[in-house]
């Protein structure tokens, strides 16, 4: 859910950065272009961290849960024995 998140926050902050960046531009005001440059970097930095972080995530094998053996004696009519049941 974490992941999302980061991401779901830096996607729009890019976005935003591109529109204030674009806004600045038509209007001349250097001031609104450097913020919009410094939101759309911020943004994409924060965005390809977010996936590169994911992308590890899924690329790192979970660990497996550790076989159930069961070892009982196996008794049966003028029979004895040993039993062994498990899941690997």
């Known amino acids: 859910m974490q ?6 926050a830096r996607l729009p902050a890019g976005i935003v950065g ?7 531009d ?3 005001d250097p ?5 919009g440059t410094a939101l759309l ?3 994409g930095i924060g965005f390809a961290l977010s996936m590169t972080g994911f ?3 899924v690329a790192t094998p979970r660990p497996q849960p ?3 053996i ?3 004696p196996d008794v049966g009519k003028n029979q004895l024995g040993l039993g062994l049941q498990g899941t690997w």
Not at 18 to 24: E, R
Request: hydrophobic share 35%.
């Open 55 to 57: 992308l590890i995530y």
């Open 31 to 35: 001031e609104m272009s450097t913020a």
């Open 18 to 24: 591109a529109v204030v960046l674009n806004n600045g």
């Open 3 to 8: 992941r999302s998140l980061d991401t779901g």
């Open 66 to 68: 550790p076989p159930i």
């Open 70 to 72: 069961r070892i009982s």
């Open 26 to 28: 038509k209007r001349g």
């Open 41 to 43: 970097i911020g943004g």
